[in-house]
């Protein structure tokens, strides 16, 4: 009992010391297809694809893995990438972390897609990463998931603000497509010195081919630049699809 009691005091002191990290993000998305039953074969190979996509992305030094556990119709395929900025400690945590917010939020569901700080995990019961395939990639199925904050507001024109946005991430985008070396592969961040100042960070799976990685981009930039979501000029906003990840935040004062 004393244990028990002790992890819930952990957990709420956790919540009021990081109170942004969790609220940056959209909240997992459900596939809400399939569901596995409990104890299943299944939900034991999805057990095994957490364990090695946890493993695998934190040793690997472009954050990034692909895995598949177990045999159709039971196998459990999965991909997990943390942003070049994050070492492997948090990596991992972000990984295990994003297991059990997917278990949370969309509970016995095959398939669902957890979107973190330091992390991004697809898991399916279907093989996706086909989808980087020439013949299958098909960029009208992109659907980003947007998390802006609208409670807030850069205090700055309209006009200044949507221009200072837009040059921050165009400049971003171009130079993580083009960072290509091994260890930090599609990553770049940038901070622009304007008043207040605007911190982005862009990144793609490593997976991807160039132009992939550019359309990919385009297709987050549009959104996070469009009227719907830079209207009330919040301080920060954050779109993902599972292949790349594009965000800005004001340092507001
Ligand atoms: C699954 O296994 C756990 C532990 O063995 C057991 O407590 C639980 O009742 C089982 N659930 C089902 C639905 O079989
Ligand atoms: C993890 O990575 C190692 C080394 O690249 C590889 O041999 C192993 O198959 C990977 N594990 C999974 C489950 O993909
Ligand atoms: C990894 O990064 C986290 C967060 O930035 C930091 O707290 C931790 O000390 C780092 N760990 C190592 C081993 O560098
Ligand atoms: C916004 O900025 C203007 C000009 O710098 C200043 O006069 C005003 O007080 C600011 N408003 C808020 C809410 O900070
Ligand atoms: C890869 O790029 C990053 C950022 O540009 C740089 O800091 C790092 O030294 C590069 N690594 C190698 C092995 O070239």
Redesign the pocket.
């Known amino acids: 009992m004393l244990a028990g009691r002790y992890a819930t005091v952990a957990v709420a002191l956790a919540l009021l010391l990081s109170p942004a990290v969790a609220e940056e993000t959209p909240p997992p998305d459900c596939d809400a297809s399939s569901a596995y039953a409990a104890n299943s074969t299944f939900q034991a190979n999805l057990n ?2 957490a ?3 946890r ?2 992305a934190s ?2 030094p472009a954050g990034f ?5 177990g045999a159709a119709p039971d196998q459990a395929n999965g991909l997990a990438l943390c942003p070049g900025d994050t070492n492997a400690s948090t990596c991992a945590a972000c990984v295990a972390a994003a297991f059990r917010d997917a278990q949370q939020a969309c509970p016995m569901d095959k398939g669902v897609t957890v979107y973190r700080d330091a992390c991004v995990l697809r898991f399916a019961g279907r093989q996706f990463v086909d989808f980087l395939r020439e013949d299958q990639w098909l960029i009208s199925e992109l659907v980003p998931a947007i998390f802006t904050d609208p409670a807030r507001s850069v205090n700055t024109s309209d006009a200044w603000f949507s221009a200072a946005v837009t040059g921050t991430l165009t400049a971003l985008v171009d130079r993580a497509a083009a960072a290509t070396n091994a260890t930090r592969k599609y990553f770049a961040t940038r901070e622009m010195d304007f008043d207040p100042k605007l911190y982005g960070l862009a990144q793609c799976a490593p997976d991807l081919m160039p132009a992939q990685c550019q359309g990919c981009f385009r297709i987050l930039q549009n959104v996070v630049v469009s009227a719907r979501f830079l209207s009330g000029r919040p301080p920060s906003s954050s779109a993902f699809v599972v292949w790349c990840s594009l965000r800005y935040s004001a340092f507001v004062t």
């Open positions: 095994l694809l364990a090695a996509l493993a695998n040793a690997s893995a692909t895995a598949a556990a």
